[in-house]
Nanobody, 125 residues
């Protein structure tokens, strides 16, 4: 499976932004999918994810509240909506996928073998 992240760009503090991650080669229904962020000089960290067989999205503690994940398997696409952006959200956002059981979708980079190329989000103050 290949993943393509898109939707990043330069935005103002307080804006909202929706990122997309589209799979190709295989249906997104076969994969749990996750979003990760990597700020300059920092490690890549988990934002949240979406289970392959549906159910509620799941988030890191720091992402709860301003981040919303959804998916449309008919379009093989997962989305990340970020509200009230701040300069601290500036990062490259990556999407990733795995085929773990639906009940244990994965919360860290080592649990996701498939990765997209990332999309840059820059938030100006």
């Amino acid at each position: 499976v290949q993943l393509q992240a898109s939707g990043g760009g330069l935005v103002q503090a307080g804006d909202s932004l929706r990122l997309s991650c589209t799979t190709s080669g295989r249906s997104s229904r076969d994969y749990n999918m996750g979003w990760f962020s990597q700020a300059p000089g920092k490690e890549r960290e988990f934002v949240g994810g979406s289970r392959k067989r549906g159910g509620n999205a799941y988030y890191s503690d720091s992402a709860k509240g301003r981040f919303t994940i959804s998916r449309d398997n008919a379009k093989n696409t997962m989305y990340l909506l970020v509200n009230s952006l701040s300069p601290e959200d500036t990062a490259v956002y990556y999407c990733a996928a795995n085929q773990r059981p639906n009940g244990t979708p994965g919360y860290n980079i080592y649990e996701y073998p498939y990765w997209g190329q990332g999309t840059q989000v820059t938030v100006s103050s």
